[in-house]
């Protein structure tokens, strides 16, 4: 069973959506890297390894399915932030941006019966879960923190020690 071309469309932007996230995320590491905060840099670094991961989910399955690829331009992300707060406001804002996305895709496989693909997203709608879980508690933790250095280095080198696993 072919993608229709609404899917094929929704998927194409999607995979845009992903690159462009790590993209972001790739813009944040250099900020956080200006800041001389290696922690927060390596956690977006790690953000950037997993949206570019699921760019190629999108992409890989749109090969099975003998989809189209269109690969468009990649938007600029923004490279400034006021502090790490700041940032993280924006990551948790970004994540909720793409579930709505990848919910919509998953609300239009349904309309269509598309049972492969309502399977296929399932994935991501968990993975979402976890993305602004994880961005929340990050920056619910940078709201208690405030201006104050010493938990802010200690969350720093907390961030450090997190490393990329990747989909399966």
Known sequence: MALSEKIEKMFNEQINKEFYSAYLYLAMASYFEEQNLPGFANWMRIQFQEEEAHAFKFFDYLVERSGHIELEKIEKPKITWKNPLDAFNDVYAHEQFISKSINEIFKVAREENDYPTETFIHWFIMEQV???????????????????????????????????TPPV
Not at 137 to 160: C, G, T, V, W, Y
């Open 130 to 164: 976890e993305e602004e879980k994880n961005a929340k508690e990050i920056l619910d933790r940078l709201s208690m923190i405030k201006d104050n250095i010493q938990p802010l280095f200690m969350l720093d080198s907390e961030l450090a020690k997190r490393v990329f």
